[in-house]
């Protein structure tokens, strides 16, 4: 696991796993991010719900949904720990609400948290907020570019927003020719609520 060198020692395993989980389910960095910022949990943690249910780790896994997955053989336990497994898990988790979903990509990340409307509706304007800080804290690290919501709800058949340009290297990975910084530019609301980030991580 890499090393981010300027965040503080408790925020690295969230911050790396969640590019990392974004990444392999190719998912927009910033969005597991702010998911996984908004979830806000601890490894061995366990929130009890009024419904009698608990939230579990470090992205507070519900027991009734990991009820669900027993049948592939996961259980509460490998999700409480600390290490990569649970934002992965949360990644494949938030792929499917925005693969199968209905809405605009927002409201299908929400399905995360919750699919009655007024809970969902609240999840997500915060992952939205939280989802424009971390764009721009990727963009001063990372080499990024930006995605349309067509290009991730529809698995990459979309195309990207006209500010990037996305480029094919030698490589055969997928990267972008930026204008400035996009911190560095005036964003219309459109745009700062719509413009999730993607990363590209170079293989060594």
Same mark, same amino acid.
């Given at each position: ?73 996961? +259980?509460?336990?490998?999700?409480? /720990? ?5 934002? *992965?898990?949360?990644?494949? !988790?938030? %792929? $499917? ?69 996305? +480029?094919?290297?030698?490589?055969? /990975? ?5 204008? *400035?910084?996009?911190?560095? !530019?005036? %964003? $219309? ?16």
């Amino acid at each position: 696991m890499f090393v981010i060198a300027d965040l503080p020692p408790a925020e690295q395993e969230r911050v790396v796993c969640s590019i990392i989980a974004a990444v392999k389910y190719e998912l927009p960095a910033n969005i597991v991010l702010a998911v996984a910022g908004q979830e806000g949990g601890k490894p061995g943690q366990w929130m009890k719900n009024k419904n009698g249910t608990y939230d579990v780790g470090p992205m507070q896994f519900n027991t009734g949904y990991l009820a669900d997955l027993s049948k592939y053989g996961i +259980i509460a336990q490998d999700v409480e /720990k600390s290490g990569c497994y649970s934002y *992965e898990l949360a990644a494949w !988790r938030i %792929r $499917s609400h925005v693969l199968s979903d209905k809405g605009d990509l927002w409201t299908r990340v929400a399905n995360y948290h919750s699919r009655t409307p007024q809970h969902n509706a609240i999840y997500r304007q915060k992952i939205m907020q939280r989802a424009i800080k971390w764009a721009d804290w990727l963009d001063e690290r990372f080499s990024t570019y930006n995605v349309s919501q067509e290009a991730v709800t529809n698995n990459g058949k979309g195309t990207a927003i006209p500010e990037s340009k996305a +480029i094919s290297t030698a490589e055969g /990975k997928t990267q972008a020719s930026l204008q *400035e910084p996009t911190s560095n !530019r005036a %964003r $219309s609301p459109a745009q700062t609520s719509y413009t999730p980030r993607t990363i590209t991580v170079k293989q060594q």
